[in-house]
């Protein structure tokens, strides 16, 4: 049996702001380890037996940073599909199970968001093989995981009679919204609830067997979406009209819930979906007084918190059980029990119409990255990175100049019809409404230094005549 992992790397992550933005989720983000939470679910079942090459579901908007992550760690995707606007699971898996039906008929789907912690793999291992058996027969499988507290941040699947196939799997009874404190001490008492971990296993066909039954909207705008899909670069597009037709809906709501066919596979497998800074704090190491600390921190006194600097020194004194997280553009500081909250912190930022719930300072690009250095009224300072290879659109400014500086590094630029090569401590100035290119021919990367000066230095006042990325 080919297994395939299909990992759903959507979402913006909102729970952990203000170091999880929009244009920078959680997933995409070094949030547990050194390597990024998609980097880390991609290579968790690399080399076991009958596992193949994953297939990556995102959007639009992440395609070249996911893309850039599995190169860094050296993993090359079955293919990367692309959903113009974000659909929820159902439809995000039904696209993907017509991607691999047309690969393999009888392919099997593992369906893993990639923002969850497992910390035992080896255990996570063996549930899929132990699923693998109810999949042969027509099952759709999702793996509970064995509760080890009266958690109420998560749902829960009530278990049925057991199966006469499988170990320890039995048939779903029905699944639990999140229930509240006294509900959830009564479900881990009960010992036949577990919490609903979002992780699936299912031949593709036999998901879109069940799907056409009770979603056929679904299954028809899914389907058509693969069948009209287009390559561009190394990415499949999903058709945008088809998809965007697609209503939007869970994989629970959608099929599990209604199926007659759902089995549950318990699962002890230090899983957590990291949803909030306090389940941060508890899935990493802390130190004899409880504390979690990342960066540039100094704590005195502080007992059973999470203290995060990005970007300069923080200091905490004489606290206990609270979060604290400091980015370049923003500080949060949150007491452990009220962490839920910070998506209202979220929305106050969306009704204001600011942007730090959608970019951080750094930005990061195809080509490479800008960060914001210092804006005032008609200028605006950037530190630029080019990647070596890297290339910015052929491109024109309506209201604005630019003065490039390079720090270091190699850069070929195009003004008009001037092409020339620029090193270290030399500059060049670009004038409103002329077309000019930013290139690094060169082997290591190029810093640089933009001064931008005009009446209106936002990032839409950009023409593109030509790009390599097919931006448009």
């Not at 010992?191 to 979002?198: A, D, I, K, T, V």
């Not at 007491?335 to 951080?360: A, G």
Request: charged share 20%.
């Amino acid at each position: 049996m080919k297994i395939y992992p299909v990992i759903l790397s959507g979402g913006a992550g909102t729970r952990l702001w203000p170091l999880s933005r929009a244009a920078l989720p959680k997933q995409l983000l070094p949030v547990v380890s050194d390597q990024t939470m998609l980097q880390e679910t991609a290579q968790r079942l690399n080399g076991r037996a009958d596992i193949m090459a994953p297939l990556i579901v995102c959007g639009n908007e992440h395609r070249f940073l996911v893309a850039e992550q599995l190169r860094e760690i050296k993993v090359k995707p079955l293919g990367i599909l692309l959903e113009p606007e974000g659909r929820n699971t159902a439809p995000a898996v039904a696209a993907a199970a017509e991607f691999l039906k047309g690969l393999d008929a009888d392919a099997v789907m593992l369906v893993l968001p990639a923002d969850h912690v497992i910390s035992d793999v080896d255990a996570f291992y063996q549930a899929i093989l132990r699923a693998s058996t109810l999949v042969e027969h027509g099952s759709l499988a999702t793996f509970g995981i064995v509760p080890t507290a009266p958690e109420t941040g998560y749902g829960y699947i009530r278990s049925g009679e057991p199966l006469p196939v499988g170990e320890n799997c039995f048939k779903v009874d029905r699944f639990v919204e999140k229930p509240d404190r006294a509900t959830a001490e009564g479900f881990v008492a009960a010992g036949n609830y577990y919490w609903n971990s979002g992780m699936f296993l299912f031949r593709a066909d036999a998901y879109l067997k069940e799907l056409a039954e009770f979603q056929p909207a679904i299954a028809s705008a899914s389907a058509a979406a693969v069948a009209k899909g287009y390559r561009d670069l190394d990415f499949l597009r999903l058709e945008e009209a088809a998809f965007g037709a697609s209503p939007s809906d869970s994989i629970d709501y959608a099929v599990m819930e209604h199926t007659r066919h759902a089995v549950v596979v318990p699962a002890s497998i230090g899983w957590n979906d990291v949803g909030s800074w306090s389940a941060l704090w508890e899935v990493q190491e802390q130190n004899e007084n409880g504390n979690v600390c990342r960066g540039d921190v100094y704590l005195d006194g502080v007992k059973n918190s999470l203290v995060r600097a990005e970007s300069r020194c923080v200091a905490v004194v004489g606290v206990e059980n609270v979060v604290v997280v400091e980015t370049n553009d923003a500080v949060l500081v949150v007491h452990k029990d009220q962490v839920q909250r910070v998506k209202q912190v979220v929305e106050h930022l969306k009704l204001q119409d600011r942007t730090e719930h959608i970019h951080h300072t750094r930005v990061y690009r195809p080509w490479g990255c800008y960060e914001g250095i210092d804006i005032g009224d008609r200028f605006q300072v950037k530190r630029i990175t080019v990647n070596p290879g890297g290339k910015l659109s052929l491109q024109m400014h309506h209201h604005r100049a630019e003065h490039w500086i390079v720090v270091s590094g190699t850069a070929k630029v195009t003004c008009g019809d001037k092409v020339s090569l620029l090193t270290e401590n030399e500059s060049t100035y670009i004038p409103i409404g002329m077309n000019h290119r930013l290139e690094n021919p060169g082997k290591l990367p190029l810093h640089l230094i933009e001064v931008q000066s005009g009446s209106y230095l936002g990032e839409d006042d950009i023409v593109r005549f030509e790009d390599v990325y097919q931006r448009t």
